[in-house]
């Protein structure tokens, strides 16, 4: 399973993909807004968006993105390991 996810803290990368890892998902983070994210997120098979974390433009990014790809969206507002840890654990099942 692939999943992107948007939003977060710039020091817990690491740690979102190593849990991503223990899923065995590979994973795309995107903690600050790039010029061109919406071509470098690609056709995951969910987006997580950490909503507590992120701009209103980074979330419409993605959300559109999601939209014409037609791509699940998970929102959550904590941004934590343990979060993503539930998010990962619903949806790989």
Not at 78 to 86: K, M, N, P
């Amino acid at each position: 399973m692939s999943v992107v996810i948007v939003g977060g803290h710039d020091r817990m990368v690491c740690q979102y993909q190593k849990i991503c890892r223990n899923y065995r998902c590979k994973a795309k983070i995107f903690t600050q807004m790039s010029a061109n994210m919406d071509k470098q997120i690609g056709t995951p098979d969910l987006f997580i968006l950490f909503t507590n974390t992120v701009s209103h433009k980074m979330v419409k990014t993605a959300v559109d993105e999601a939209k014409r790809k037609k791509i699940h969206v998970v929102r959550c507002h904590t941004s934590s390991g343990a979060a993503l840890e539930s998010i990962l654990r619903e949806y790989s099942a």
